[in-house]
């Protein structure tokens, strides 16, 4: 991995952005063993439309676990200082989740060069389900 | 109904997990990830690091790591099926390894309402501890829609 580094990089600069494979059943099956999280309304349909819903959908972490990829491969992870997201739309069975993020603001903070990135998860026709920021440090 | 604002200030209560590598090999397959010192002891020894690095994300799923991860939605009242998760956030002191024992400490910071009552918010504030020293802060907001 290449470091980005702080002089070269630029307010608009875009991180390598990715595209993951469609979120299956098993995808979030998976996840709620990674993760813990064994909610019904992620797993299991028969509750989920006794509930008034029409399918499980996608455990809002797992999106914001793939933001934390685009992150880690951009920079090493003890570079990243903080990271948050804001879940602004469920995630469907079926959907790819397009990874985005850029360079919107540098700054030099606790004697550290550092930039604010901001992150976006999507689907690929562009409605994002989750809105992002983070600020990593680099040299 | 609205939320009393009197649980402001409520202390959540501990809890400690020990992190396992087990754990973190599961989370790094469901999400995609493929550099091995998040799933593989051998490969993150290597890299000279203690054990398998926990992701950015992971302490949220640690967060949750205990029998009623929302007891405190429910010491106010609230119903669990109307819960949302709303935003996430972390701040980064130390990384942290399978092997780690962690305490979480938390505290209910904030309680909020939007549109007349129809979306309120809480808002629960984590310090997480590696024998004693903070190695992360984790803010959760939860949506409990009317």
Redesign the interface.
Known sequence: MTKPNYEALNVGDSLPSFT??PVSRL?LA??A?????HHPLHLDQDFVRA?GMPDVFAH???G???L??L???WVP??A????????TAITQIGERMVCTGKVVEKLEQDGEKRVRLELTCANEQGEAKHKGDAVVALA | MLIDKKHIGMKVPPHSVHLTAWQLKWFAKATGETNPIYFDEAAAQKAGLPGVLAPPTFFFCMDMDKEHPFDYLETMGCDLMKMLHGEQSFTYHQPVYSGDVLDFDGEITDIYDKRNGALQFVVKDVKVRRQGELVCDVRSVMVIRA
Do not use: P, W
């Not at chain 1, 063993?33 to 999280?37: A, F, H, V, Y």
């Open positions: 993951t494979e995808t998976l996840y063993t990674g993760s813990g999280d509930n809002g972490m797992l914001m676990a793939y934390g990829r992150l880690t491969q992870q003890d990243i200082r903080s990271f948050g997201v804001r879940f």
